[in-house]
């Protein structure tokens, strides 16, 4: 790899190698009965070249020819491809604990054991099928470039998603927990399921109207993609964002605070620095709901002549090869900051209205207007500050501009979701149509 | 190659073994607005071998050869823990042994077109929406995937098999004020470059739309009688039934098995549902999947009576029918699992101009926009659409998203029209993205629909 950037660096005015390896083992089990259990041992580099302030991107699996990979490289400059960026050197980023040497002491039986206990516990106390996937990974990322800069990161994880079905769907309570080790699946977390379950077995059919409906973390996705899409450097440069022009202005209701904060190494996935090299830091979007930051990349600031706020990572909606994405402006680390109120009591607080706990279309509709529409799947609906059943074959719709401008209430603590760590948070005035 | 593969097997304990080693060279030329954002060519590869244990079944991905003893190793100790913790041992149904070389009949091979003429021909079909005032941006690539795949197994199958795929597509974007609207494009096949070539229409008209979106009313909310179109109706019955056709989706969800028994009557008379990936000249092509087994045209659904499932050769036991040869992988990072080859509702005998006549009053819906289901419920996007009043095309509306259930859509959709056409650029993510996943369907009208509007 020295060799490789030794070799680009005599062509080329600029160069970033970037290499990453993993290794993964997945179990899976469909009605409490184990499935599968799949391994996967993969690993790539990347490259990147600029010369005179054009850009050159290539990759590979298997390294088997270096001057084959450097010569692709060399190939894509013909495209003119603009990077009037420069790699960062990087010699100070935050000392991060990404990796619990606990992960090497546990192996798949120990993981089909977990999903067993999991799977027995749910379905003895709960009428719904259990789904339980179960995933350990090794991660291993290097970035280098022509300015000295030479970093590495281990990673450690443990994930287990948990899905309690409801009959004849696929509609269900699901839970996501992870961990830089094994650890057992708390009893709260499983409690917590089994209670939102089984007292939404009855179908309901409220009729439509605007009421309050709570998001819950699982399903924070939904308001968060349209947000980062509208935040990111990409759609401010293109003058494609409703926030055009909107820094320091209240666009959302003040009891939001939303950050995106790679540092919290207490959960895995933390990043001292991003896929470019650049140190990461704990960033506000939203501060008592007003807008303080958009994000960007090398190539994004340097468009709009602005500082790099270490946000250049290789992310993809559908997941892609790592090493065949270019970096671009990504939030992978958002934080929603807990409020005051228990769940049990963000649920009195609901007269009437909707706990949106599976949606179906978050990546469908109108993202960059902020526009979103979801089908519910489930939906579970209160009446008086209590659940009477769930709902389905209905959907809510909105526009975050609009919707998180009335907040009810938010959770006192914040579970893991995907894309990050978010509380449950109580909305009022959301369409729902029945 | 087989020389190499062979060796590798030949390593394995096992009662049964197959691996698969794929080349895939993908070139992608990227603009977002009037700028150039990537070009690339590339190659990359790696191997996923599986194995059939002491009655458990397990696979692993791999990148390196070095790495094959560590993952022979992993494969078969995985095998072996399933074994243990399974009631019943996993069979794999008979299947012919094939040796096959296949490489698909392309008008026009992508490898042969310069890489001058592919970017110019990208910006010429991109420029088209950047000359409109109110056009703010748009995101359009040319993309080009070929996999060359190697297939082995411990049986005697030998197959080689290229899939090629070509599209350029994407999203123009409009803005006028504070309002954005935007609409998906695509072009694209399986046969080479020539689908690419003289499609300025394509784009001409998608501008056209994305501007008159911007003058267009929100869709209210609420239950409607619609038409979609056969691009949003291709979504619907991947979304609304082909998920659920998929054999290991519904393996061991009881509930799901029973609603989809076969002999099941799910639709309505009219209804004729079918993948078909042996169809020549269309995305989702191919001859054989990759377990070996050879594609065959597989009716799902007749007269409205479910009457075939999509199959791998592992729930072709479980389920005791046949072998369809529908388990494909995406690449060489994921074992296979059953995908929709090309599924399409078969067409009637009406006209657009009959539907919209039965249809009376209601929304003529069209072009999706990527949707998802949950089994009993689905929804999807659409891009654009009219209000119908008296059998007549009315205002566009926008922003519809559409949601329904199975049990009872299926049974609503009142008429099928006779203009099948199917989908050039489809897609389908099931954990692993599949994009010569192919659908259509000719216009159709159906009742009772929930569109959620904002």
Same mark, same amino acid.
């Given at each position: 790899?020295?060799?490789?950037?030794?070799?680009?660096?005599?062509?080329?005015?600029?160069?970033?190698?970037?290499?990453?390896?993993?290794?993964?083992?997945?179990?899976?089990?469909?009605?409490?009965? %184990?499935?599968?259990?799949?391994?996967?041992?993969?690993?790539?580099?990347?490259?990147?070249?600029?010369?005179?302030?054009?850009?050159?991107?290539?990759?590979?699996?298997?390294?088997?020819?270096?001057?084959?990979?450097?010569?692709?490289?060399?190939?894509?400059?013909?495209?003119?491809?603009?990077?009037?960026?420069?790699?960062?050197?990087?010699?100070?980023?935050?000392?991060?604990?990404?990796?619990?040497?606990?992960?090497?002491?546990?192996?798949? /039986?120990?993981?089909?054991?977990?999903?067993?206990?999991?799977?027995?516990? %749910?379905?003895?106390?709960?009428?719904?099928?259990?789904?339980?996937?179960?995933?350990?990974?090794?991660?291993?990322?290097?970035?280098?470039?022509?300015?000295?800069?030479?970093?590495?990161?281990?990673?450690?994880?443990?994930?287990?998603?948990?899905?309690?079905?409801?009959?004849?769907?696929?509609?269900?309570?699901?839970?996501?927990?992870?961990?830089?080790?094994?650890?057992?699946?708390?009893?709260?977390? %499983?409690?917590? /399921?089994?209670?939102?379950?089984?007292?939404?077995?009855?179908?309901?059919?409220?009729?439509?109207?605007?009421?309050?409906?709570?998001?819950?973390?699982?399903?924070?996705?939904?308001?968060?993609?349209?947000?980062?899409?509208?935040?990111?450097?990409?759609?401010?440069?293109?003058?494609?964002?409703?926030?055009?022009?909107?820094?320091?202005?209240?666009?959302?209701?003040?009891?939001?605070?939303?950050?995106?904060?790679?540092?919290?190494?207490?959960?895995?996935?933390?990043?001292?620095?991003?896929?470019?090299?650049?140190?990461?830091?704990?960033?506000?979007?939203?501060?008592?709901?007003?807008?303080?930051?958009?994000?960007?990349?090398?190539?994004?600031?340097?468009? /709009?002549?602005?500082?790099?706020?270490?946000?250049?990572?290789?992310?993809?909606?559908?997941?892609?090869?790592?090493?065949?994405?270019?970096?671009?402006?990504?939030?992978?680390?958002?934080?929603?900051?807990?409020?005051?109120?228990?769940?049990?009591?963000?649920?009195?607080?609901?007269?009437?209205?909707? /706990?949106?706990?599976?949606? %179906?279309?978050?990546?469908?509709?109108?993202?960059?207007?902020?526009?979103?529409?979801?089908?519910?799947?489930?939906?579970?609906?209160?009446?008086?500050?209590?659940?009477?059943?769930?709902?389905?074959?209905?959907?809510?719709?909105?526009?975050?501009?609009?919707?998180?401008?009335?907040?009810?209430?938010?959770?006192?603590?914040?579970?893991?979701?995907?894309?990050?760590?978010?509380?449950?948070?109580?909305?009022?005035?959301?369409?729902?149509?029945? | 190659?087989?020389?190499?593969?062979?060796?590798?097997?030949?390593?394995?304990?096992?009662?049964?073994?197959?691996?698969?080693?794929?080349?895939?060279?993908?070139?992608?030329?990227?603009?977002?607005?009037?700028?150039?954002?990537?070009?690339?060519?590339?190659?990359?590869?790696?191997?996923?071998?599986?194995?059939?244990?002491?009655?458990?079944?397990?696979?692993?991905?791999?990148?390196?050869?070095?790495?094959?003893?560590?993952?022979?190793?992993?494969?078969?100790?995985?095998?072996?823990?399933?074994?243990?913790?399974?009631?019943?041992?996993?069979?794999?149904?008979?299947?012919? &042994?094939?040796?096959?070389?296949?490489?698909?009949?392309?008008?026009?091979?992508?490898?042969?077109?310069?890489?001058?003429?592919?970017?110019?021909?990208?910006?010429?079909?991109?420029?088209?929406?950047?000359?409109?005032?109110?056009?703010?941006?748009?995101?359009?690539?040319?993309?080009?995937?070929?996999?060359?795949?190697?297939?082995?197994?411990?049986?005697?199958?030998?197959?080689?098999?290229?899939?090629?795929?070509?599209?350029?597509?994407?999203?123009?974007?409009?803005?006028?004020?504070?309002?954005?609207?935007?609409?998906?494009?695509?072009?694209?096949?399986?046969?080479?470059?020539?689908?690419?070539?003289?499609?300025?229409?394509?784009?001409?008209?998608?501008?056209?739309?994305?501007?008159?979106?911007?003058?267009?009313?929100?869709?209210?909310?609420?239950?409607?009688?619609?038409?979609?179109?056969?691009?949003?109706?291709?979504?619907?019955?991947?979304?609304?039934?082909?998920?659920?056709?998929?054999?290991?989706?519904?393996?061991?969800?009881?509930?799901?098995?029973?609603?989809?028994?076969?002999?099941?009557?799910?639709?309505?008379?009219?209804?004729?549902?079918?993948?078909?990936?042996?169809?020549?000249?269309?995305?989702?092509?191919?001859?054989?999947?990759?377990?070996?087994?050879?594609?065959?045209?597989?009716?799902?659904?007749?007269?409205?009576?479910?009457?075939?499932?999509?199959?791998?050769?592992?729930?072709?036991?479980?389920?005791?029918?046949?072998?369809?040869?529908?388990?494909?992988?995406?690449?060489?990072?994921?074992?296979? &699992?059953?995908?929709?080859?090309? &599924?399409?509702?078969?067409?009637?005998?009406?006209?657009?101009?009959?539907?919209?006549?039965?249809?009376?009053?209601?929304?003529?819906?069209?072009?999706?926009?990527?949707?998802?289901?949950?089994?009993?419920?689905?929804?999807?996007?659409?891009?654009?659409?009219?209000?119908?009043?008296?059998?007549?095309?009315?205002?566009?509306?926008?922003?519809?998203?559409?949601?329904?259930?199975?049990?009872?859509?299926?049974?609503?959709?009142?008429?099928?029209?006779?203009?099948?056409?199917?989908?050039?650029?489809?897609?389908?993510?099931?954990?692993?993205?599949?994009?010569?996943?192919?659908?259509?369907?000719?216009?159709?009208?159906?009742?009772?629909?929930?569109?959620?509007?904002?």
């Amino acid at each position: 790899m020295d060799k490789l950037l030794e070799i680009a660096r005599k062509s080329c005015d600029q160069v970033e190698l970037y290499s990453f390896d993993e290794t993964v083992n997945i179990i899976q089990f469909e009605n409490s009965r %184990l499935k599968d259990v799949d391994s996967k041992v993969q690993s790539g580099i990347s490259l990147r070249v600029i010369k005179d302030n054009k850009l050159g991107f290539a990759y590979t699996k298997n390294l088997i020819n270096r001057d084959e990979l450097l010569q692709n490289a060399l190939n894509a400059l013909k495209g003119k491809v603009e990077a009037k960026f420069n790699f960062p050197l990087t010699r100070n980023f935050p000392k991060l604990k990404t990796y619990d040497s606990g992960i090497e002491k546990i192996s798949n /039986i120990d993981l089909v054991e977990e999903c067993n206990r999991v799977s027995a516990i %749910l379905s003895s106390k709960t009428k719904g099928q259990v789904n339980t996937v179960a995933v350990s990974s090794i991660n291993g990322l290097g970035i280098m470039n022509s300015t000295g800069t030479n970093l590495s990161l281990k990673t450690s994880e443990y994930s287990i998603f948990i899905t309690v079905l409801y009959p004849n769907s696929y509609a269900a309570i699901c839970r996501l927990l992870s961990f830089k080790r094994f650890e057992k699946t708390p009893d709260d977390s %499983l409690q917590s /399921i089994i209670d939102l379950y089984n007292q939404s077995e009855k179908e309901v059919r409220p009729k439509s109207g605007r009421m309050k409906v709570l998001f819950m973390p699982e399903i924070m996705h939904v308001l968060m993609w349209r947000l980062q899409s509208a935040a990111s450097g990409i759609a401010i440069y293109q003058k494609q964002s409703p926030l055009l022009e909107k820094i320091d202005d209240k666009i959302f209701d003040d009891k939001l605070t939303i950050a995106n904060n790679p540092l919290d190494d207490k959960i895995p996935g933390a990043r001292p620095f991003d896929d470019e090299a650049f140190p990461c830091s704990y960033f506000p979007i939203i501060e008592n709901g007003v807008l303080r930051n958009f994000y960007y990349d090398l190539n994004y600031a340097e468009k /709009i002549n602005t500082k790099p706020t270490g946000h250049g990572f290789r992310s993809a909606r559908w997941a892609s090869e790592t090493i065949a994405l270019k970096p671009t402006p990504s939030l992978e680390h958002l934080y929603i900051q807990p409020g005051e109120s228990p769940f049990s009591e963000l649920l009195k607080q609901i007269d009437k209205g909707i /706990i949106i706990a599976g949606a %179906l279309g978050a990546h469908s509709g109108n993202i960059p207007n902020g526009d979103f529409s979801i089908g519910l799947s489930p939906g579970l609906y209160v009446e008086n500050g209590e659940i009477v059943g769930r709902v389905k074959d209905a959907m809510v719709a909105g526009n975050i501009y609009d919707t998180m401008k009335d907040v009810v209430a938010i959770e006192d603590s914040t579970h893991q979701a995907g894309g990050g760590i978010f509380p449950s948070i109580l909305f009022d005035n959301v369409s729902v149509v029945t | 190659m087989f020389g190499k593969l062979k060796s590798i097997l030949s390593k394995v304990d096992a009662e049964y073994s197959d691996i698969r080693y794929e080349i895939k060279g993908e070139v992608r030329i990227s603009f977002s607005g009037k700028e150039l954002t990537q070009v690339s060519s590339n190659s990359t590869d790696g191997f996923v071998l599986r194995i059939l244990k002491n009655g458990g079944a397990s696979s692993v991905a791999f990148t390196k050869e070095n790495d094959v003893e560590k993952a022979i190793r992993s494969a078969e100790e995985n095998a072996i823990l399933i074994s243990k913790n399974i009631e019943a041992p996993v069979k794999f149904a008979r299947s012919e &042994i094939i040796k096959y070389n296949y490489l698909p009949k392309l008008e026009v091979d992508p490898r042969h077109i310069s890489f001058d003429e592919k970017l110019e021909l990208t910006r010429q079909y991109n420029n088209i929406p950047l000359t409109q005032e109110k056009i703010v941006t748009t995101n359009i690539s040319y993309l080009e995937v070929i996999r060359e795949k190697f297939f082995l197994n411990t049986e005697g199958s030998e197959i080689h098999e290229d899939l090629i795929t070509t599209k350029i597509n994407g999203l123009i974007t409009s803005k006028d004020g504070t309002l954005t609207q935007n609409v998906r494009v695509g072009i694209g096949g399986s046969n080479g470059f020539a689908v690419l070539r003289n499609r300025e229409e394509e784009f001409e008209k998608k501008t056209d739309i994305v501007l008159q979106l911007l003058k267009a009313k929100s869709v209210k909310g609420g239950e409607y009688n619609v038409i979609l179109n056969q691009s949003m109706a291709g979504v619907f019955i991947h979304e609304a039934f082909g998920h659920f056709s998929e054999a290991d989706l519904i393996e061991n969800n009881p509930s799901m098995r029973q609603r989809m028994e076969i002999g099941a009557k799910s639709g309505n008379d009219i209804l004729n549902i079918i993948d078909d990936p042996t169809m020549p000249n269309q995305l989702g092509f191919y001859k054989y999947d990759d377990e070996g087994v050879k594609a065959k045209p597989t009716q799902l659904m007749k007269n409205g009576v479910l009457v075939g499932r999509l199959h791998s050769r592992r729930t072709a036991v479980g389920f005791g029918e046949q072998l369809n040869g529908h388990c494909v992988a995406e690449d060489y990072r994921y074992a296979p &699992i059953i995908r929709m080859g090309t &599924i399409f509702i078969q067409p009637g005998k009406d006209s657009l101009v009959e539907l919209l006549a039965k249809l009376d009053n209601g929304l003529y819906i069209l072009d999706g926009k990527g949707g998802q289901t949950s089994g009993e419920n689905f929804t999807f996007g659409a891009q654009y659409g009219y209000i119908v009043k008296s059998g007549k095309i009315n205002d566009m509306v926008r922003d519809i998203n559409i949601s329904g259930n199975l049990y009872t859509t299926l049974k609503n959709i009142d008429t099928v029209g006779n203009d099948l056409k199917l989908s050039e650029t489809g897609g389908c993510g099931k954990g692993q993205m599949n994009i010569r996943s192919c659908h259509g369907a000719p216009h159709v009208l159906i009742k009772k629909v929930v569109i959620g509007g904002v």
